[in-house]
């Protein structure tokens, strides 16, 4: 018996089977893959790991200059709104304001003779009249009895005169009134220019004093100290940063193409890499900021050139996060987060939110110390009431 030798080379048939095996399987990969994409895409919801913690950072400055005497607070210390965080040296301060509680006095005790002296003036206006209307009568006397011979001519004559006397007297006492009357007419004590001036110095001279005393704008942390004891520093220097850590929010930088169905309102899942996923935060979507990244940046970008390629844009959307959540997981400024926004639901035509407005009522409290300093010395030199 013969045996067949083994062949060399493979069944063309078997190669043509596995080669069309191979090709099924990988369209059928890539079906699957298409398919999974297909489904991944309509899921209702957004995601990106391009998101970090963000918030304001509230730079403490002076309003006026001076020596640095006191500081109060020091980096990752927590203060309250009105905390005192910077003292300046308030030698200068109080100089300038007793020279101008001293003119504020000067200045109402002017006015005070200015009243007094329309007070004069209406007394020697009444005298003057007084005496016109008696060489006046005195002229009608004389001239009845001028043709009796009861009086002489000269008499008369002098009568006549003192009548034109008292005239001028008269109309001196009325234009001397009428300039006396122009510096209090319309006007109290208070209310007069020259006080009102003065009560200006003072009122400026107290906000000066009282901003030596340099307090926390808002409640936080202290970040970025760099005043130092025994500096000199001028109003707008940078001292350093409060940092509001029950107001932070996330900046998500989706990509452009993935901005058509995020809306104002939409409910958004945010976990951060600093407690991964056992901590998860609950947020809404303020709004798509105005422009991406490149827009803003401190460079923007040339593109009108010619060897232009295109980059796929990342614009923020900020998160507005559960304040009571941030309470219980704090987070930092800068930290790394991922977002996921559902956006099965999204009205464009509803109204925009209404913006959100700040507000420090620290300052009106040093502009009503102030302008108690200036009822003060007011109330201390008003004197009796014209």
Known sequence: MTDTPPSS???????RRRRLLLIGAGLAVIALGWGGYGWLSSDDSRSTDDAYVNGHVVAVTPQVAGAVIRIGAENSDRVAAGTPLVEIDPSDARVALAAAEADLARAMRNVRGLFATDARFDAELGVAQANFDKARADLSQRQAIADTGAVTGEDVRHARDAVRSTQATLAAAREARAQALVQTNGATLASHPDVQAAAERVRAAALALARARIVAPVGGMVAQRSVQLGRRVAPGDRLMAVVPLDGLWIDANFKEVQLDGICPGQSATVTA??????????????DIEAGSGAAFALLPAQNATGNWIKVVQRVPVRIRLNPAELTRNPLRIGLSARVTVETGRCDRKAPPAAPQSESIALYDAQAHEADATVARVIAANIGRQP
């Open 9 to 15: 080379a493979a069944d063309p048939a078997a190669v």
């Open 273 to 286: 890499d600093v407690y991964g996923r056992r901590v998860t935060y609950h947020g809404r979507v303020a």
